[in-house]
């Protein structure tokens, strides 16, 4: 096969983001040995890792170079990168100036020393990196002043050598800061130092290449976004060949140089995940654009905001006997307790599993127009506590909001049916604006088809007001009941006066049931218990 | 399900001194409780126990299935007679065996209800099955029971009194990768040459429990796997094909994409 006809046949469709931070938290999680990184991918960002945060920010796919499946190994590559500066660096600086830029490229090497040992199966993929970032990085030529000092050292540090000219004086000097700073990376490795050591040997370096600390660094990026510029196959095999040489005792070099330029090790790996974008497309929600809704599509949001930890762990500990099968019970009053006789006074000691009883299917639709403005954060919290709670419970659901973008209604898909709650869910939701009116009966008449290939058996409206068009939700209302689901409103007032008043509203709207919290925070338990009822 | 187990050599490695607390826990007459993910040899420890002690051992295996007629026995027609036969432990209680509960988070209420009766300090049950007979413990009679971290499917939690029942817990967690690499030595010839490779697939383990551990995997391996890699090893696979057949497989019934993610697991730790 030749190498370059590997991938092209595959570049038709991309990938989907959702389905790449899905792969990306996994292994970042696995290389890391964090099981709290979030993956946050950024455009045209340069990869980034916030230790404090347990952040790795990664770019989207075409901000590398080459075929969609050479993007996605490069992509890769980035993301073992921060995985293992996550794990062994304790700090990183900002690229933009000088000082922070040598200590992250001296981290670089050392962690790529360190991860190595661990991660043996990565060396290929690290070659492959290298010698495509070579064809993105500047000709020196085309670099002046201390940056190309700085780029230099970058080069000729990290792989050995450079590309473009340097003269006399400055390569001598770059020559040496290189050999200095390979002897620091490797006594740390060997004494098991770790960042504020080398950090501390930083300003020698500063000195060595006769710069200022504060010299501001500009950003690199690929070379070229036009695709295909730039980049030429031959120019990539003739590089990786180099690099071969080099680094491995292979001997048939252009038999490695081959494989790695094929990658076939990922490209089933690349091929499912191509394939689950398809997949996703098809039977999630991109075909259900046609049907009028549509996906919150933005994946550089970050969704701690709206999730909030201490709320789902209390909901996930109040619905705990539903998973155990077994509940605790508190005396509050009464003589010295004895747990035993108590046990035995009890006619049924155990409860028999509850949770099999909550086979339920069951669709969410969130109001966001504009008066949810108000408590927002704290509504999208609770409903993100209530996915949580609903996943927790194994409970098949899929949620829904409503919201007015440039003057036209929106129905969002937050949770499909078919996938996993998961932090992109939290993530559609968080971007979600509260805006606009509560033209519920038009919304119901969006979702028809969709709720009818779901079938759930109970379709709950969470909503704050009184819709615009009131004779028509009557009219959809009774359209979904007649389908036989169980059709229910949730109201959500500011103070107890107010959600009585909605509650009352609700009525008449012929719902099944209707009910009304005061507290945004009640949404989910008010939600399962209802339920289980 | 139930079934006597007759004392023979059991290979186990004792890394943490669990045999000597269980030692402690019999001849002061408590009752034991073991708890561990799957496939940390729990059985295999109450086995090389048993056969410490040279005593009989009594076990039961249980699942949502499993009934109480299989714990007290059940009434049978014999030749026109109406007879009982006992189950497990009415029989280890009067034999004063070792009667070994294994999983028994996974066992439905009823079946916990009459077993919580038998393991009171009365150590006594009453057979409504049999007319109200008494059955009365055995001096030497001892119980050890083995649960499963909540995670694993068709767990529940132990009720607390009958947790109470067992005031001797031990924790049994997979053995560090070292200790792991020394149980792998004593069920399979482990050549020099190979000591690597089973490095790293204990490693390549050990990622995908700690992944299980937090729900992002359904299925975490166990000591057999890595076993089952080495023997796999001897047998002149490679080891990424080996890793592919013991661990990736496994993974392809949650879907394909649950498959790949192990596979690049597997990519990144093995070199060629």
Known sequence: ?533 | MVKVVRVMEINYLDWNNAISVLDKAYKIGLFALIIGPKGTGKTTLVRKFASQLGKELYSVNFSLRTRESHLIGTKTLDRGQISFVEGILVKSMRDGGLLYLDELNAAEADVLLRLDEALDDRRQLILKEAEGQIIRANHDWSVIATINPLSHVGTKELPPQLLSRFPIRLRLDYPPEEIELEIVRRHTEVDQSKVNDIGRAIKLAKNLREAAAVEELYYSPSLRESIAFAKLLNAGSSAKEAAEIVYANAYDQWGEVEYQKVKDMITSIFGD
């Open chain 1, 1 to 533: 096969m030749c190498a370059s006809s590997v991938p092209l046949g595959l570049s038709s469709t991309s990938l989907r983001n959702d389905i790449l931070l899905d792969i990306a938290t996994f292994l970042s999680r696995r290389w890391s040995n964090n099981n709290r990184a979030i993956v946050i991918l950024t455009k045209d960002k340069m990869p980034f890792v916030r230790i404090d945060k347990n952040q790795i920010m990664l770019p989207v796919l075409n901000y590398y170079l080459g075929t969609h499946f050479q993007q996605y190994r490069q992509w890769r590559v980035a993301l073992w990168f921060e995985s293992m500066r996550m794990y062994f660096s304790t700090k990183v600086m900002s690229y933009d100036h000088a000082f922070g830029f040598l200590l992250n490229t001296l981290e670089t090497k050392r962690i790529e020393i360190l991860g190595l040992q661990n991660w043996e199966g990565m060396v290929k993929e690290l070659i492959f990196n290298e010698g495509m970032s070579w064809l993105s990085r500047p000709l020196l030529n085309s670099v002046y002043g201390n940056n190309k000092i700085i780029e230099a050292f970058s080069q000729y540090f990290l792989t050995g050598y450079l590309k473009g000219e340097l003269f006399g004086n400055d390569f001598e000097k770059v020559r040496k800061a290189s050999d200095y700073a390979t002897e620091i990376v490797h006594d740390a490795i060997k004494n098991d130092y770790s960042t504020d050591w080398i950090e501390r040997h930083i300003p020698n370096l500063v000195k060595m290449l006769g710069i200022d600390a504060l010299t501001s660094i500009p950003i690199v990026a690929p070379i070229t976004r036009v695709r295909g510029l730039g980049m030429n196959q031959n120019d990539l095999v003739k590089q990786i060949e180099k690099i071969v040489r080099r680094k491995i005792k292979a001997t048939d070099i252009d038999e490695t140089s081959r494989e790695i330029i094929e990658g076939s090790d990922l490209l089933e790996e690349f091929e499912t995940l191509l394939k689950e974008s398809k997949r996703t497309e098809n039977k999630g929600y991109e075909s259900l654009e046609n049907l009028g809704l549509s996906v919150p599509e933005t994946m550089d949001i970050d969704p701690s905001p709206v999730y909030d930890a201490d709320l789902i762990r209390r909901l996930k500990a109040k619905f705990r006997d539903w998973r155990t099968a077994w509940i605790e019970r508190h005396e509050e009053a009464g003589e010295e307790f004895d747990p035993e006789s108590y046990v035995e006074t009890l006619p049924k000691n155990f409860l028999t599993d509850l949770r099999l009883s909550i086979k339920t299917k069951v669709a969410i639709l969130l109001d966001h127009s504009s008066s949810i403005e108000q408590g927002e954060l704290e509504y999208k919290r609770a409903t993100v506590a209530l996915c949580e709670a609903l996943d927790y419970l194994s409970i098949n659901f899929t949620v829904y909001a409503f919201s007015t973008e440039s003057r036209q209604v929106k129905c969002w898909i937050i949770k499909p049916p078919n996938l996993k709650w998961s932090v992109s869910g939290s993530r559609r939701l968080a971007q979600i604006r509260a805006s606009g009116g509560t033209p519920l009966a038009e919304i119901y008449g969006l979702l028809l088809p969709t709720t009818k290939s779901f079938k759930p058996e109970i379709m709950i409206t969470l909503t704050d007001g009184e819709p615009s068009d009131f004779d028509a939700v009557r009219e959809m209302v009774l359209s979904y009941r007649k389908m036989g689901i169980h059709m229910v409103a949730l109201g959500l007032g500011r103070n107890l006066n107010d959600a009585i008043s909605i509650g009352h509203n609700l009525k008449y709207l012929s719902y099944e049931r209707s009910l009304a919290v005061s507290r945004l925070e009640d949404i989910p338990k008010k939600v399962i218990s209802l339920l289980h009822n």
